[in-house]
């Protein structure tokens, strides 16, 4: 209500008082849709006049200091600057004032909510807009601006009581306040009586400010509140306790949307992981289908057939196996126990990797609690801390990373990624490992300055280059490492492709995480 018709013809006189003979100091904004004038008085004193309009927010306040940021601050009606404050004018049954200054300047403020605007006009001609995407305020004619409303019983009764049509200064809050004292059930003399009580209650200098969800009302709240004489005092108020009220909850829901978006997410991780797992535990053992083949040696296996028929001595029944016909029955049952390998290797990582995810939900969903519970900016601040860090650099890392017994582990997400890791972001004594005479992820182990790095590590960093290379699906992968130092590239070489000296190699099993 603070841009109400009402509320502002209790402002401008105070507001006239207080700046009537200032020069124009400043005008400034140093963030979107806000605007800050400074008037010097002339006692000397600065008199600030600070206005958001952004859509959301839309606030008049009188801060009594205000610092101009160095940086990303912009002069706004320069033409102004020094020019005295001669008058201000109240326009009738409109939700506008204007600042008068010396050589037919003026300032009006224009506030009709989501589209408010300050105008500069010179000579009563629209001559700057602080918002140049509201082109309409370029035809405002100051002059026009009044309205002149005949309000009296007559004029009343010719509209039938229709409160919008009788009284088009009443805004919804006062509608609704008629509306709750019975106004719609009573008959038209009582409706007037009504009205005039409120109008009487309206033109009172008695302003409250709620507690709970701030509102500023010119008529008395049912819910609790604070009572002020002053419209500059209550203005200020309302602009302290609506705007933090405002931040802390469009930065808690900024804050939940993302967590709740995770939550979603780790639940459908979750849930496609425990189907995929289910799958593969109801599916047909390939070692079973192994232990099968490799019993049944002793058949004469036709050339180049793809399908054999075999006594499942596990069910007691028939069962048609798939082979590869190049292959003999024993190379195909070796096959199979590599898949098996492999289908036990997945079967654990799904298994760690739900593990890791039903932790992950279990940290969402009480940061979430923790998160709807706080009512502070204060106790919220840790948490836009972390939402707020940067994401950009970690999406745009070259490599992914692990740590291994306290060594953080690189590993190079494809070619281009593989160079700019071992090149441009490894130091000479990093340790640099790849699986051997095949294409695959660069690999480095970060130094802590030591003279050599423990086995173990270097192991599990070599099961990992194994994995990330095209030999992921053998028994035994060779890995070669040397240190960076020990690593170079030829010129014109192909994406990934270097040159190694004094490498050693190391025999290892495919391991995607350890």
């Known amino acids: 209500m603070q841009f109400n018709y009402y509320f ?29 004038i400074e008037i010097l008085r002339p006692t000397k004193e600065l008199f600030t006049i600070k206005l958001i309009l952004d859509g959301q927010v839309s606030i008049l306040s009188f801060p009594e200091t205000y610092a101009r940021a160095r940086k990303n601050s912009v002069d706004i009606f320069p033409e102004i600057l020094e020019y005295e404050i001669t008058s201000l004018t109240q326009f009738s049954n409109e939700r506008s004032f204007a600042l008068n200054l010396k050589n037919d300047f003026s300032i009006l403020f224009k506030l009709h909510g989501r589209l408010a605007n ?23 004619e100051l002059d026009n601006l009044n309205k002149n409303v005949i309000q009296n019983f007559e004029e009343f009764k010719s509209v039938d009581g229709n409160l919008k049509l009788a009284f088009p200064t009443f805004d919804n809050n006062i509608i609704q306040y008629l509306k709750n004292r019975g106004y719609e059930n009573e008959s038209l003399e009582e409706k007037w009586k009504l009205v005039e009580h409120t109008l009487v209650e309206l033109n009172t200098p008695k302003f409250y400010l709620t507690k709970n969800t701030p509102k500023l009302l010119l008529l008395t709240p049912k819910e609790e509140h604070s009572n002020f004489s002053n419209p500059i005092d209550a203005s200020n108020q309302y602009a302290n306790k ?8 469009r930065d808690k829901n900024a804050i939940l949307n993302k967590v709740r978006s995770d939550i979603k997410k780790a639940k459908g991780y979750i849930k496609k992981s425990q189907s995929k797992l289910l799958e593969i535990k109801e599916r047909r053992s390939y070692e079973e289908i192994a232990n099968i083949l490799m019993a049944n040696l002793h058949i004469k296996q036709e050339i180049g057939s793809k399908t054999i028929d075999l006594l499942d001595f596990y069910n007691n029944k028939d069962i048609r196996i798939k082979l590869n016909g190049k292959l003999s029955l024993q190379a195909n049952a070796e096959s199979y126990y590599r898949k098996a390998k492999n289908q036990k290797i997945e079967i654990d990582q799904l298994v760690q990797n739900i593990s890791n995810k039903e932790q992950k939900l279990f940290d969402l969903l009480k940061q979430e609690e923790e998160v709807n519970s706080i009512s502070n900016h204060k106790e919220l601040r840790p948490f836009l801390i972390s939402s707020n860090k940067p994401q950009k650099e970690i999406i745009n890392l070259p490599y992914t990373s692990q740590i291994i017994e306290g060594y953080e582990v690189r590993i190079g997400k494809n070619a281009k990624a593989n160079d700019e890791l071992t090149l441009k972001m490894s130091q000479k004594n990093d ?6 005479d095949v294409a695959g992820s660069h690999v480095v182990i970060k130094s802590k300055n030591l003279d050599s790095y423990p086995n173990s590590v270097i ?19 060779p890995v070669i490492y040397t240190l960076k130092k020990y690593v170079t590239k030829a010129k014109g070489a192909p994406a990934g492709a270097v040159r190694v000296h004094q490498e050693k190699v190391v025999m290892v099993e495919p391991k995607r995480e350890l």
């Open 8 to 36: 502002l013809k209790h402002l401008t006189p105070i507001l006239s008082q207080e700046i009537k003979g200032g020069k124009i100091a400043r005008c400034f904004s140093q963030n979107k849709n806000e605007l800050i």
């Open 118 to 140: 300050v105008i500069l006009f010179n000579k009563k001609s629209p001559f700057s807009l602080f918002k140049n995407s509201l082109t309409n305020d370029s035809n405002i």
């Open 242 to 249: 609506f705007l933090s009220t405002f931040y802390l909850a």
């Open 431 to 436: 340790l640099w490992l790849h699986a051997r």
């Open 459 to 477: 192991e599990k960093a070599a099961q990992l280059a194994a994995w990330h290379s095209k030999r992921k699906h053998d028994t035994l992968c």
